[in-house]
């Protein structure tokens, strides 16, 4: 099974920036796909964002574009999502996920989640 890890979750005021890591492990089973996800109380999660692992093609959801930049570093196993120009309607667990399928941000996709890191975008 994989283990994903989030970190770099915090407060900030808005206008400011953030960078989430997801660090993957595991052995044994491929995965293809990284989304990034978040979660506002009393919402739906979202998906926000997603990485090729291979490619490294790239893919934002509307409310993000401009704004938030997926990365990753194979060699680290590691993905990040950097977050520019925060608003408080930003606010949200944010959560990394791995597809073993080559996804969009249907969350269905996929399999492996991790615990999930609070941001908080409050003056």
């Known amino acids: 099974q994989l283990q994903l890890v989030e970190s770099g979750g915090g407060l900030v005021q808005p206008g400011g920036s953030l960078r989430l890591s997801c660090a993957v492990s595991?052995?044994?089973?491929?995965?293809?796909?990284i989304g990034w996800f978040r979660q506002a109380p009393g919402k739906e999660r979202e998906g926000i964002s997603y990485i090729k692992v291979s490619g490294g093609s790239t893919n934002y959801t509307d409310s993000v574009k401009g704004r938030f930049t997926i990365s990753r570093d194979n060699a680290k196993n590691t993905v990040y999502l950097q977050m520019n120009s925060l608003k408080p309607d930003d606010t949200a667990i944010y959560y990394c996920?791995?597809?073993?399928?080559?996804?969009?941000?249907?969350?269905?996709?996929?399999?492996?989640w991790g615990q999930g890191t609070q941001v908080t975008v409050f003056s």
């Open positions: 996920a791995a597809s073993p399928y080559n996804s969009d941000l249907d969350l269905r996709w996929y399999d492996y």
């Open positions: 595991g052995f044994g089973l491929d995965y293809y796909t």
